[in-house]
Nanobody, 119 residues
Framework: QVQLVESGGGLVQPGGSLRLSCVAS????????MRWYRQAPGKQRELVAT???????TYADSVKGRFTISRDNAKNTMYLQMNSLKPDDTAVYYC?????????????WGQGTQVTVSS
């Protein structure tokens, strides 16, 4: 069974940094795109960053220049380095990955990790 497990969330002061990790297990196949999403209370889930299997990255405007997504395919792990954190970054952060087999595309999700930015 494919699983994605996030870690690294916590409480941090404004201006601080956190690094989230997402470890994938249980798949014989590699993920194509992998993504970080976040959902703040009372808001819709928001796509934060995407990384392709080849390492190409895209970011939401709200995090450009502050967040960096990366992946280590040998370790089946994806990261989100978050710097210059703001209270508006407070949310549950979810990782997601896609496996494509022939014409079938399946998305997998982690359980989420809480990030709270507050003084």
């Amino acid at each position: 069974q494919v699983q994605l497990v996030e870690s690294g969330g916590g409480l941090v002061q404004p201006g601080g940094s956190l690094r989230l990790s997402c470890v994938a297990s249980g798949s014989r196949f590699s993920f194509s795109d992998m993504r970080w999403y976040r959902q703040a209370p009372g808001k819709q889930r928001e796509l934060v960053a995407t990384i392709t299997s080849g390492g190409r990255t895209t970011y939401a405007d709200s995090v450009k220049g502050r967040f960096t997504i990366s992946r280590d395919n040998a370790k089946n792990t994806m990261y989100l380095q978050m710097n210059s954190l703001k209270p508006d970054d407070t949310a549950v952060y979810y990782c997601s990955g896609t496996i494509v087999l022939l014409t079938t595309r399946t998305d997998y999700w982690g359980q989420g990790t809480q990030v709270t930015v507050s003084s």
